[in-house]
């Protein structure tokens, strides 16, 4: 992929040309099954535009919800970052507690519910009015914005994230029960949710540490992670980082993008194994809305990956944050992740903005633009979506059976661009925590002068890049559509494990090594299911 916007032209293709579509699948690639001679055209917008084919409404596009939980996370993310610490006088953390359990379950994990307890099952916990519904967003959108102003009365009373993680949703298959959840080994959680508690609880965990003024040597050996800079107190402090090289916060973002969003965006609104649902729902119109509920189906999907809806507009730099490495950027559109697409003086999150995988893709596209084969999933996934929304906004009430298996090949395309987003993003964060390792030499460090131990910004940024590349891939489950078998996924998290080798005085030079050659075992494994190119692998 270069880095140009995608043209502004609306595209005509026949079937033939339109579903030739390929997908790089490293064994070759697919077609279409209805790649024929037809001289049927269908119209692809180049932006994720569609109107009513019910109603005067401008769109018939929606995805509120979606979007709302988007920002949720980043809010409860922005929260452990800059807000937790600050509080924990005021929460009282005492030693056994639940304060820090407590606070987050309540204003984010539960939003919505009733105080101290999750929202009974079929009762409507809150409206518009509700005191979460009014709570200002400090962390996910610029100032001014209340979560009521973000999707409206439905997406705050179903906008808790518990209830959209795998194994708490009623459609998908059973990640409550079914033994299905893997990965994580540490106090052995079951699903989803309970690997979630699990996180809260080693933040409330450091949090007794901090307030109780205990000594947290680091693995790395070399200084008090509750007290760093080793002054009188705690100010410096790194709650959301524990002793054994991990990031609780960056887990735990990366974890609910995938047991949420991937989760729903594939086991449930693009799939296709249960009947009115996903892709084989009614396309007749939905109650008195502006869509059909396969319509509104493929939408959700859409806004789980997270793209703005003005896709011609972007280039893959401002997307990334690299616009100004990009002599191009800048000189017309977008030059970040958002754009206020319709000049109306403000940047609507529910249109105009990216989130999540979309800007992973992103990312992975710009790292190996200049490789002999550059990788093109953002354009690629855009392509898919934009295709298939096309074919339901053309399709009659009932689809044909032509018509639904080019709505399932594109679904295809989709899913695995998604898909390969966070994989290529995994592999990314694999380099990355290799890099670190790679300042030990024969039991020194060399970026820390020769000391035995990482320095502690060396250590915070060891613990971000394993934490990032573990939440990443343990995401990779929640897919049915995944190449990745369940032996594949297996042996990833065996190499990657739960916690990373941190090189410090008592830590051997063959343990970090063969950590390191565990970690390339891992960026092995993934290459070579998703079928992405050696050197670009190597350059994320």
């Not at 049915?480 to 494990?497: E, G, I, N, R």
């Amino acid at each position: 992929m270069t880095n140009k916007t995608m043209t502004n032209k609306t595209m005509k293709f026949t079937t033939a040309i339109l579903l030739a579509t390929s997908i790089g699948c490293g064994d070759g690639t697919e077609t279409s099954p209805l790649a024929d001679a037809s001289d049927n055209q269908l119209t692809v917008p180049n932006d994720y535009t569609f109107d009513s084919r019910f109603t005067e409404a401008p769109s018939s596009v929606s995805y509120g919800g979606q979007t709302f939980r988007h920002i949720l996370i980043s809010e409860l993310k922005g929260y452990i970052d800059d807000g937790l610490s600050a509080d924990l006088a005021s929460l009282n953390v005492t030693t056994g507690g639940t304060e820090i359990v407590d606070k987050l379950n309540d204003d984010y994990y539960w939003f919505g519910a009733l105080s101290g307890q999750d929202c009974p099952a079929g009762q409507e916990c809150m409206d518009d009015g509700g005191a979460d519904g009014n709570r200002p967003i400090l962390y996910a959108l610029p100032a001014g914005k209340i979560f009521a102003d973000i999707g409206g009365s439905t997406s705050i009373k179903g906008g808790k994230l518990k209830e959209k993680i795998a194994g708490f949703d009623s459609v998908g298959r059973d990640w409550q029960n079914g033994g299905l959840f893997k990965g994580w080994q540490e106090g052995t959680p079951t699903n989803a949710d309970e690997l979630v508690q699990y996180y809260f609880q080693m933040l409330q965990l450091r949090a007794e540490s901090i307030t109780g003024g205990v000594v947290a040597t680091t693995a790395a050996g070399a200084f008090d992670l509750n007290n760093p800079d080793g002054d009188a107190g705690t100010a410096d402090s790194v709650v959301f980082v524990d002793t054994q090289g991990r990031d609780i916060n960056q887990l735990l973002q990366k974890f609910l993008l995938g047991a949420i969003a991937f989760h729903q965006a594939t086991d449930d609104y693009l799939d296709s194994d249960v009947d009115e649902k996903g892709i084989l729902a009614s396309n007749t119109q939905s109650g008195s809305s502006a869509y059909s509920a396969l319509e509104h189906a493929w939408d959700e999907g859409f806004g789980y990956y997270g793209a703005a809806r003005a896709l011609s507009s972007y280039r893959i730099s401002a997307v990334s944050g690299k616009c100004a490495d990009d002599p191009g950027c800048g000189t017309a559109g977008p030059t970040t992740s958002e754009f206020d697409a319709d000049e109306d003086g403000a940047v609507d999150p529910n249109s105009e903005m990216h989130f999540g995988a979309s800007i992973n893709a992103a990312k992975r596209d710009w790292g190996v633009r200049n490789e002999t084969t550059p990788t093109a999933i953002y354009e690629e996934a855009s392509l898919a979506f934009r295709t298939g929304r096309a074919i339901i906004h053309s399709a009659g009430e009932t689809l044909t059976a032509e018509e639904l298996n080019a709505l399932t090949f594109q679904r295809d395309i989709a899913v695995r661009k998604y898909e390969e987003a966070i994989a290529a993003t995994a592999i990314h964060y694999i380099n990355d925590l290799t890099a670190d390792l790679n300042v030990w030499n024969g039991g020194s460090l060399e970026a820390s002068g020769g000391n035995d131990s990482l320095t502690v910004d060396e250590y915070l940024t060891l613990a971000k890049h394993y934490s990032e590349l573990k939440g990443f891939a343990l995401s990779l489950q929640f897919s049915p559509h995944s190449p990745l078998t369940a032996a594949q996924f297996a042996l990833l998290h065996q190499k990657l494990a739960d916690k990373p080798v941190v090189p410090g005085p008592s830590v051997s030079e063959a343990a970090v090594n063969a950590y390191k050659a565990d970690l390339i075992e891992a960026r092995a494994i993934l290459r070579d299911t998703y079928g992405f190119d050696s050197a670009n692998a190597a350059a994320w």
